[in-house]
Nanobody
Framework: QVQLVESGGGSVQPGGSLRLSCAAS????????MGWFRQVPGKQRELVGT???????NYADSVKGRFTVSRDNAKNTVYLQMNSLKPEDTAVYYC?????????????????WGQGTQVTVSS
């Protein structure tokens, strides 16, 4: 099993910056994908940005040029640097990953979510 623990949420004024971190722990052979989603009450959870194979990263159009997802494979940690924050970025941010791990003696891909961290952008 794999567990994700997030940190770094909080409140910031419009135009400010925040950095979120998410550390994965457990029996991890390798990381397939790792990134961030967000959700506001009454809406579906949406992709913010995620790292995929080959070192590439996909971003939602709404955050391109403002947010950066980076990953430290040695620490099994993914980061979300958020700059030029807007009130519409207010949401609960969730870390998500797909990990190669061993379950019942067999290698398999295991998906995990973090507990979520609140980001509030308000003046």
């Amino acid at each position: 099993q794999v567990q994700l623990v997030e940190s770094g949420g909080g409140s910031v004024q419009p135009g400010g910056s925040l950095r979120l971190s998410c550390a994965a722990s457990g029996s991890i052979i390798s990381i397939t994908t790792m990134g961030w989603f967000r959700q506001v009450p009454g809406k579906q959870r949406e992709l913010v940005g995620t790292t995929i194979s080959g070192g590439r990263t996909n971003y939602a159009d709404s955050v391109k040029g403002r947010f950066t997802v980076s990953r430290d494979n040695a620490k099994n940690t993914v980061y979300l640097q958020m700059n030029s924050l807007k009130p519409e970025d207010t949401a609960v941010y969730y870390c998500h990953g797909v990990f190669r791990t061993v379950v019942a003696g067999r290698e398999t891909d295991f998906g995990a979510w973090g507990q979520g961290t609140q980001v509030t952008v308000s003046s």
